[in-house]
């Protein structure tokens, strides 16, 4: 398992969409919710295949600015490919990342 956070300039549905298109991998699922007109909460899971672990990979990103401003927190898992072993070669840092990274030109 791996997780980021960063903290963005930009409102939840902006950074979601952002990454949505700019991710790579495949979207499951994406929902986003609205409560009290500006505060936005909304999820992002996606599926992707990394060789070098031989596995799928899970990545679960939730934004949301409920205290006033935007967080966007990636959460990878699912890449490791033995029973024993919790070896995944880096895929799920690596795409845990690769959200955050859509978004780092509107971090602070």
């Known amino acids: ?12 549905s902006i950074a979601q969409e952002i990454v949505e298109k700019n991710i790579g991998a ?28 031989s596995n799928r990979a899970a990545l679960t990103v939730i934004f949301n600015n409920v205290n006033g401003e935007t967080l966007v927190k990636a959460i990878a898992t699912g890449s490791s490919q033995g029973v024993i072993f919790n070896m995944d070669w880096g895929a799920a ?6 959200a955050i990274e859509c978004l780092e030109k509107y971090s602070y």
């Open 26 to 53: 495949d979207l499951v699922y994406s929902e986003i919710n609205r409560i009290d007109g500006n505060i936005e909460y909304g999820v992002s899971i996606f599926e992707k295949y990394f060789f070098r672990a």
């Open 1 to 12: 398992m791996a997780e980021k956070i960063i903290k963005v300039s930009i409102s939840p």
């Open 93 to 98: 840092d690596d795409f845990a990342y690769s």
